[in-house]
């Protein structure tokens, strides 16, 4: 990744610096326990966005 990016590249990447992040407490309180751990947890290392 290089230290000059674009908007668009900045934008996606800070899109899904939001996006990985645990489920919240009161969620799992809500659905009963159903949803235990967000399922689209991304790691850095393991899974690439391909951009």
Known sequence: ???NKTFKVKKILGKKQKQNR????WIRMRTG???RYNAKRRHWRRT????
Request: cysteine-free; glycine content about 0%; hydrophobic content about 35%.
């Open 22 to 25: 645990p489920l919240p407490q």
């Open 33 to 35: 326990n159903t949803i």
């Open 1 to 3: 990744m290089p230290s």
């Open 48 to 51: 690439k966005l391909n951009l």
